[in-house]
């Protein structure tokens, strides 16, 4: 009888399980930890999303510069091996060197294309009437560059540079660059002008589309002008939430197309200065905006350059956004191209850009050499 009570007493003990008290501590521990380990993970994924973000800004931005800086290097180029077409009367003019100014000048080109580099202070750009323009859709406060240069470019689009930001090929222009009449099969043939002011083939006929060369194959009869004008405007950003938020890209418009194409988004700020040469060294003495470069003037080597003929670098200023919301509340204050600094409200990276391009062929003996005048004949040669 006491060897079967013992038994139910030590059965009892061995089935006796944790107390509430201990369930509880257990708990807690195991919640502290779950707790631990979810705030890890958050903390993580958010460095790591802000390191994505930041360098996602960081690519666009040097996407931004490296486009309109390989632009700029090229403004005001005229091939060295080119020579412009002769004048349909009077006496050819030959071993004179052609400059992307001379060669303007004879095309009669407008204001914004005369010299390479021409700007728009705080406004847009119209392509379609050559001025400057402040309308609804452009980012306000943000400028625009426009850029032309000329280019004996046989290749195809793919490979060679006639075409324009927009992938057009620029031999298309038929209004400011006219780069239809000095790129057909037919100019330079015998034949006067016909009435509507084309050149008339053999047959006397106007030229035609068929006459056209294509856009790879025979060098052009002159070089082709080559225009691209950018500026901002107004675009929406597209969250991986669905959800829209407001920001500005950076478009671009080209005279072979003659349309203005989306570029880059992300871009809210685009504020340009030009470095205007100052002496003989050709250097940038000084930097102004757009609107103080016009009346500016400077006797160098006995010739005088003006206005945009002085622009010998450009500084760009460019801020750039993220498409998430996902900076840190540590994050450091960006100062904006105007020198504010900017309130991330949605919690965007934003980042500054800066950098000095230089206009290569403004360096150096290449803004004048007007085309002159034949010689006039040697003693005793027939003239």
């Known amino acids: ?36 380990a979810t705030l890890l993970y958050l903390h993580t994924r958010s460095a790591q999303r802000d390191v994505s973000e930041r360098g996602a800004v960081h690519e666009t931005g040097q996407f931004a510069m490296a486009l309109l800086g390989r632009d700029i290097t090229s403004a ?31 095309m009669k080109l407008a204001v914004p ?8 202070e705080a406004v847009g750009f119209d392509g379609a009437s050559g001025m400057c323009k402040s309308d609804g859709d452009v980012t306000p406060k943000s400028d625009a560059l426009v850029l032309s240069y000329f280019t004996e470019d046989s290749f195809s689009l793919t490979t060679g540079l006639r075409a324009d930001c927009t992938r057009s090929d620029v031999i ?26 084309d050149k008339a083939g053999r047959d006397g006929r106007k030229p035609e589309a068929s006459d056209a060369k294509p856009n790879f194959g025979p060098l052009p009869d002159a070089p082709l002008l080559v225009i691209n004008a950018y500026h901002l405007e107004k675009d929406k950003l ?67 350059l003006a206005g945009w003929q002085l622009v010998a670098t450009v500084r760009v200023c460019m801020v ?27 919690g965007s990276q934003v980042r500054r850009f800066e950098q000095v391009f230089s206009v290569k062929n403004r360096q150096g003996n290449t803004v004048g050499l007007r085309l002159a005048s034949s010689p006039a004949p040697a003693p005793g040669e027939a003239p």
Not at 113 to 120: D, P
Not at 321 to 345: E, H, T, Y
């Open 238 to 304: 597209t969250l991986d939430d669905g959800r829209q938020v407001d920001s500005s890209a950076l478009t671009c418009w080209g005279n072979g197309g003659r349309i203005r194409a989306k570029l880059v988004q992300g871009v809210e700020q685009f504020v340009l200065k030009y470095g205007l040469i100052g002496d003989a060294t050709r250097r940038p003495t000084r930097y102004v905006s757009a609107d103080d470069v016009a009346g500016q003037s400077v006797a160098i080597d006995g010739e005088v």
């Open 113 to 120: 294309y005369a010299h390479g580099v021409f700007g728009c």
């Open 320 to 346: 750039v956004r993220s498409p998430q919301s996902s900076a840190l509340r540590d994050a450091p204050a960006v100062a904006g191209c105007d020198g504010k600094s900017i309130a991330r409200v949605d």
């Open 172 to 197: 298309k222009d038929a209004l400011i660059g006219k780069n239809g009449a000095r790129a057909t099969y037919i100019t330079g043939l015998p034949g006067a002008m016909s009435e509507g002011g």
């Open 76 to 106: 005001g180029f005229y091939p060295a091996a080119a020579m412009e077409q002769p004048p349909m009367s009077g006496v050819t003019v030959s071993h004179v060197r052609m400059t992307h100014d001379s060669a303007a000048e004879g």
């Open 1 to 36: 009888m006491v060897m079967e009570r013992a038994s139910i007493r030590s059965g009892r003990r061995q089935q006796a399980g944790v107390t509430l008290v201990e369930l509880m501590v257990t708990t807690t521990i195991n919640l502290v930890l779950v707790l631990a």
